[in-house]
């Protein structure tokens, strides 16, 4: 069983077990509350409308009682005295009125609050969803390298949704309950003291236990929660990996998997029902029991003349008009609950400040040659404690129309040399200039906007083939939207698709082979004419023959800008000006192709290897492993 499963007996934990297991910190929640309470405050006009009709349909909530109360007593006087006269049945008419009046008011006020709690919420579940998206835009790679994207995709709906939810509900009922428990008292107990005390004598316990009652329903809905977020994660890998899972035989195991989460979540979908059928029954007789002992006392007060029946049916109308808002208390308290807990969660990451962000002082890049350098950059990656650092004191100058070439085992950190140039990560060590420009001295946008990083694993939109080529530039002319599909070689596949650039990519690209993507993406890459072109290992799955053309195709692309190829075969960077072979984040060879072979160190082997169609052969299948996942 696993641990997040715990086990089902929640029926009397204290609260202080109920909140812990909630992830609430009771020292802390009432500031989250707050701030969420605060969001509704942007919006102060709605605000107050809500709380203002909210508190006015309270009020006449309150005026009914007394109405009724006084109806009965005048429709007792015209009974015992029936010769009273018009007056008194003109009394009792002008009594109906006003409680007429009373309830369709309190109607008006009661629908128009809950209009504009609404409203309210909206207006805050749309902040928050735009400040979040926002936010994601921006976090760095070192926070995605932590957390799984799936946390941060509940975070932004249902987490999200938690704080709108208490918005739009909770905070108008928690309004109103304030509001008709102590003026109510207040009138009951200047009438009388010892009914007051009978009539408000539920309160306390229906309170507790529908707070408890509240708190018990979120512990369970997050567990069924989580439940859910792994039959949708399990259903999810099952999808995505289908051939995979299709290819091992394995659709008994996964049915397995699926099958025994879906049994957890029923079983805490059905103990959801029983905590609330339970604490609704106790609730409920405990209502009745304090209704029957004030009917109880009440007859022998009005009998013994103390009160008149009138009053007796005040007090009784009381408890019926108190009895839902209290009982609500659970649905408060569950709200708060979520609030808390789901507040907690959205404002982590809204107070999150990505670490690779513009300096205070961050400057637009000024366009030059587009020269290149590396100054003794060392880099560690920040999650990897103890971990060797990815890169050593790498130097090194690439020019308009020059070719670096980077070649290594895998994990030697060429990818790492790659995503620091347009600053996914922070070098910890020397720095990387772009025409003499210190990369953390850019504007972010300026500096991404000359490297164009065409990365080793693709990624295509749901969308058009023209799209997707077209992403970093949509306003790009058609023309050079062909030149870059021809430049990488899919120019031919596309036009021959019956949909042609219209086609869809379909989903992740899932309807073309690896190749394909492949020079989908360098064309993608090509499109903006970035200063700097940087291909992570984008050959790989491109056949020798293509790769050959692609490679003449890209001399004319790239002969004014500086160029980063970055290959598993040789025989892709040997017209490079520098070849730099890494290993374990060090330089271990540099030099041009002829001076390496001359070397005869690493790479005339690895090159003498790869002639003979041994290595291509192993780092294939690594490759073809890396596209199924
Ligand atoms: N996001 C990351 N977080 C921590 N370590 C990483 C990360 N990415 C890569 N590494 C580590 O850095 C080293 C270099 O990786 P990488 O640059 O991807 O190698 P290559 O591209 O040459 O195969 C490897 O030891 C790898 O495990
Ligand atoms: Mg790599």
């Given at each position: 069983?696993?641990?997040l499963?715990?086990?089902?007996?929640?029926?009397?934990?204290?609260?202080?077990?109920?909140?812990?297991?909630?992830?609430?910190?009771?020292?802390?929640?009432?500031?989250?509350?707050?701030?969420?309470?605060?969001?509704?405050?942007?919006?102060?006009?709605?605000?107050?409308?809500?709380?203002i009709?909210?508190?006015?349909?309270?009020?006449?909530?309150?005026?009914?009682?007394?109405?009724?109360?006084?109806?009965?007593?005048?429709?007792?006087?015209?009974?015992?005295?029936?010769?009273?006269?018009?007056?008194?049945?003109?009394?009792?008419?002008?009594?109906?009125?006003?409680?007429?009046?009373?309830?369709?008011?309190?109607?008006?006020?009661?629908m128009?609050?809950?209009?504009?709690?609404?409203?309210?919420?909206?207006?805050?579940?749309?902040?928050?969803?735009?400040?979040?998206?926002?936010?994601?835009?921006?976090?760095?790679?070192?926070?995605?390298?932590?957390?799984?994207?799936g946390?941060?995709?509940?975070?932004?709906?249902?987490?999200?949704?938690?704080?709108?939810?208490?918005?739009?509900?909770?905070?108008?009922?928690?309004?109103?309950?304030?509001l008709?428990?102590?003026?109510?008292?207040?009138?009951?107990?200047?009438?009388?003291?010892?009914?007051?005390?009978?009539?408000?004598?539920?309160?306390?316990?229906?309170?507790?236990?529908?707070?408890?009652?509240?708190?018990?329903?979120?512990?369970?809905?997050?567990?069924?929660?989580?439940?859910?977020?792994?039959?949708?994660?399990?259903?999810?890998?099952?999808?995505?990996?289908?051939?995979?899972?299709?290819?091992f035989?394995?659709?008994?195991?996964?049915?397995?998997?699926?099958?025994?989460?879906?049994?957890?979540?029923?079983?805490l979908?059905?103990?959801?029902?029983?905590?609330?059928?339970?604490?609704?029954?106790?609730?409920?007789?405990?209502?009745?029991?304090?209704?029957?002992?004030?009917?109880?006392?009440?007859?022998?007060?009005v009998q013994?003349?103390?009160?008149?029946?009138?009053?007796?049916?005040?007090?009784?109308?009381?408890?019926?008009?108190?009895?839902?808002?209290?009982?609500?208390?659970?649905?408060?308290?569950?709200?708060?609950?979520?609030?808390i807990?789901?507040?907690?969660?959205?404002?982590?990451?809204?107070?999150?400040?990505?670490?690779?962000?513009?300096?205070?002082?961050?400057?637009?890049?000024?366009?030059?040659?587009?020269?290149?350098r590396?100054?003794?950059?060392?880099?560690?990656?920040?999650?990897?404690?103890?971990?060797?650092?990815?890169?050593?004191?790498?130097?090194?100058?690439?020019?308009?129309?020059?070719?670096?070439?980077?070649?290594?085992?895998?994990?030697?950190?060429?990818?790492?040399?790659?995503?620091?140039?347009p600053?996914?990560?922070?070098?910890?060590?020397?720095?990387?200039?772009?025409?003499?420009?210190?990369?953390r001295?850019?504007?972010?946008a300026?500096?991404?906007?000359?490297?164009?990083l065409?990365?080793?694993?693709?990624?295509?939109?749901?969308?058009?083939?023209?799209?997707?080529?077209?992403?970093?530039?949509?306003?790009?002319?058609?023309?050079?939207?062909?030149?870059?599909?021809?430049?990488?070689?899919?120019?031919?596949?596309?036009?021959?698709?019956?949909?042609?650039?219209?086609?869809?990519?379909?989903?992740?690209?899932?309807?073309?082979?690896?190749?394909?993507r492949?020079?989908?993406?360098?064309?993608?890459?090509?499109?903006?004419?970035p200063?700097?072109?940087?291909?992570?290992d984008?050959?790989?799955?491109?056949?020798?023959?293509?790769?050959?053309?692609?490679?003449?195709?890209?001399?004319?692309?790239?002969?004014?800008?500086?160029?980063?190829?970055?290959?598993?075969?040789?025989?892709?960077?040997?017209?490079?000006?520098?070849i730099?072979?890494?290993e374990?984040?060090?330089?271990?060879?540099?030099?041009?192709?002829?001076?390496?072979?001359?070397?005869?160190?690493?790479?005339?082997?690895?090159?003498?290897?790869?002639?003979?169609?041994?290595?291509?052969?192993?780092?294939?299948?690594a490759?073809?492993?890396?596209?199924?996942?």
């Open positions: 069983m696993s641990p499963f715990r086990p089902l007996s929640a029926t009397d934990d204290p609260a202080r077990d109920l909140l812990r297991r909630l992830d609430i910190e009771p020292r802390e929640a009432p500031a989250v509350l707050w701030r969420v309470v605060r969001l509704a405050f942007r919006y102060r006009r709605r605000f107050a409308i809500a709380a009709t909210s508190l006015g349909a309270a009020f006449f909530n309150l005026l009914t009682p007394g109405l009724l109360g006084r109806a009965v007593d005048q429709t007792h006087h015209l009974l015992v005295s029936p010769d009273a006269g018009g007056g008194a049945l003109g009394a009792l008419g002008w009594t109906g009125a006003l409680v007429l009046g009373a309830s369709v008011l309190r109607g008006a006020l009661q128009a609050s809950g209009y504009a709690s609404e409203h309210l919420g909206q207006s805050v579940g749309r902040d928050l969803r735009v400040g979040f998206f926002e936010k994601l835009q921006r976090l760095g790679f070192d926070y995605h390298d932590r957390v799984h994207s946390d941060l995709i509940t975070r932004g709906m249902l987490d999200l949704e938690g704080v709108r939810g208490f918005i739009e509900n909770g905070l108008q009922r928690l309004i109103s309950l304030v008709l428990l102590s003026v109510g008292s207040a009138i009951l107990f200047a009438e009388d003291p010892l009914m007051a005390a009978l009539t408000l004598s539920f309160v306390p316990f229906v309170a507790w236990r529908a707070a408890n009652m509240g708190l018990r329903l979120r512990v369970a809905w997050t567990r069924l929660q989580e439940r859910l977020a792994v039959l949708t994660r399990v259903m999810e890998e099952n999808l995505q990996a289908a051939r995979l899972v299709r290819a035989a394995s659709a008994q195991f996964e049915m397995a998997k699926f099958d025994v989460t879906g049994r957890e979540a029923l079983a979908a059905n103990q959801r029902i029983v905590t609330r059928s339970r604490s609704m029954a106790t609730i409920h007789s405990s209502y009745y029991l304090a209704m029957a002992l004030l009917l109880w006392v009440g007859g022998q007060r013994a003349g103390v009160i008149s029946i009138g009053q007796l049916t005040q007090f009784l109308a009381f408890m019926t008009i108190l009895q839902l808002p209290v009982r609500q208390i659970g649905m408060i308290v569950n709200s708060s609950a979520r609030a807990s789901s507040g907690k969660r959205v404002f982590e990451i809204l107070d999150l400040e990505p670490a690779i962000r513009d300096a205070p002082d961050a400057q637009p890049l000024v366009k030059g040659p587009g020269i290149l590396f100054d003794n950059v060392c880099f560690s990656y920040a999650g990897g404690d103890g971990a060797p650092p990815a890169l050593h004191d790498i130097s090194f100058t690439v020019g308009p129309g020059q070719t670096l070439g980077i070649v290594g085992p895998s994990g030697s950190g060429k990818s790492t040399i790659a995503q620091l140039i600053r996914f990560y922070d070098v910890t060590g020397g720095r990387i200039t772009l025409d003499g420009q210190d990369v001295s850019l504007q972010l300026s500096l991404r906007k000359a490297v164009g065409v990365q080793q694993d693709i990624f295509l939109f749901d969308d058009s083939l023209a799209r997707n080529i077209a992403y970093a530039a949509p306003e790009t002319e058609e023309s050079d939207l062909l030149d870059a599909a021809a430049a990488a070689q899919i120019h031919d596949f596309i036009t021959a698709l019956p949909g042609g650039y219209a086609s869809p990519a379909g989903e992740r690209g899932s309807s073309l082979s690896g190749g394909q492949q020079r989908i993406a360098i064309a993608r890459g090509l499109v903006p004419q200063a700097v072109l940087i291909f992570d984008v050959t790989s799955a491109i056949d020798a023959g293509t790769v050959q053309q692609l490679r003449a195709a890209l001399q004319t692309v790239t002969d004014d800008r500086a160029t980063i190829i970055i290959a598993h075969h040789l025989g892709s960077v040997i017209h490079a000006d520098e730099i072979v890494l374990k984040g060090y330089i271990a060879e540099r030099g041009t192709h002829a001076a390496l072979l001359a070397a005869r160190g690493y790479y005339a082997r690895l090159f003498a290897l790869q002639k003979s169609g041994a290595v291509d052969a192993r780092e294939d299948v490759d073809r492993r890396q596209e199924v996942a």
